[in-house]
DNA sequence: ATAAGTTTGTGCCCTTTGTTACCGTAGTTT
DNA sequence: AAACTACGGTAACAAAGGGCACAAACTTAT
């Protein structure tokens, strides 16, 4: 784990941070699709991903989801962290894209770090503001673009996240995570097969240029 | 200004800090309706709200605005201080909702306070959490809520913030905060009116019950 | 091999929202 | 008073997207 840890977070943590981390914190390797957090659980620990995606999910009252965005290598959720800190339930939901490795630091640690490494802090600071951005973005794109372009964008950062051009996702899993309609989805992926721009197959998508 | 400082955030900031709040920061008063922050500009030092209210809202390539949310008195803009942290230029612009007194805190001493104060470390992680957890109520509306929905949201946190129920807006100014179309503002104020929510008179509304 | 379930394609219609156009009213300028 | 401008009301139409129904293609279980 340590090289992993190095490789991931050297250019932040100084190296008695690397030593707490592996000394506190737990190592877990998920596979693909497991909910590793879910809306209204209280949060212990916080995840730094080592290796693989994540992807970070809103749901409302009537079971409707949206995804917020994904997480990759040497991130960690802020909305999480804000949890964490906040002891308030977990407002979103957390679901392993691709087979993952994560180590977990309890939220203790996170605090006592806060005062104790610069690097840390860094490191906290720099991903808030990622997410940020990135909500920012998933709010642009909700607000201000129609489904054909949020698709589009959609299925491109798929493929940059699972660093694969086939899409193994069935066009109702589609409509969950965009947060539309089966029906709307294969009418635009259609649209995108026509303009060969992507081939469709059952259970999976050959993309080919977005 | 202490006692307005002492006021707003003396549960959060140590006697030190606030004296040195007093040192370094700048107050100003703003009248309504300033633009204080824009999209593109670079910032050098971050708000904090004394009194009054402010409009933060995003805006697209092609002029199209869309209100994220107010901020409060006792608050700050952490989507400002994420663009400071990361000497970034600002994602936002910020509009004076009501007359506003406002501290300008230089960003290096932000910086310098965060190891310095536990105090500042804690109001700068709250602040994120909020806005965050604002961040994230605002993709539950665009995501999820229809426009009569919005529409009511938008104008009981409008009489909230400005602590008036006489709502001194046009329906163009609404559609612009909302991103939609005067014709459909107009629309829906009318339904609500025959509701009896409220009453519709020339550049303001009068809110009854929503 | 057959039955049952899953996934995708497609036509039709409905609702919501956006667009255009035009009118009336109130206030302002000349 | 006439002309102009900003604001709001409304009708008619257009576009985007959602819902339903059903068929076809394919997979899995029996």
């Known amino acids: 784990m340590e090289e992993e840890l190095l490789g991931t977070f050297s250019n932040y943590f100084e190296q008695p941070l690397i030593d707490e981390i592996l000394e506190e914190g737990k190592l877990m390797e998920v596979p693909a699709g497991e909910t590793i957090m879910d809306i209204g659980q209280y949060i212990r620990s916080i995840p730094l991903l080592l290796s693989g995606a994540i992807k970070v999910l809103r749901e409302d009252d009537e079971g409707d989801e949206l995804l917020l ?4 290598q040497g ?5 999480t962290m804000a949890c964490c800190m906040g002891h308030t339930k977990s407002e ?9 490795k994560i180590v977990m630091v309890p939220v203790q640690k996170m605090e006592e770090w806060m ?20 909500l920012l973005q998933t709010v642009d794109s909700i607000a ?5 372009q949020r698709l589009v964008d959609y299925l491109k950062k798929k493929v940059e996240v699972t660093n694969d051009n086939r899409i193994r996702s069935t066009h109702q899993e589609i409509a969950y995570d965009l947060h539309t309609s089966r029906v709307v989805v294969s009418r635009l992926l259609k649209k995108l097969e026509k303009m060969k721009k992507l081939v469709l197959h059952r259970n999976y998508i ?3 240029d977005l």
């Open 115 to 134: 005062a104790k490494y610069k690097g840390w802090r860094n490191y906290v600071f720099d991903s808030y503001q990622n997410r940020l951005n990135e």
């Open 144 to 148: 201000f673009k129609n489904l054909d």
């Open 69 to 72: 965005y994904y997480l990759a």
């Open 206 to 208: 050959h993309v080919v």
């Open 92 to 100: 979103i939901r957390a679901i392993t894209e691709t087979d993952t």
């Open 75 to 79: 991130e960690t959720c802020s909305v």
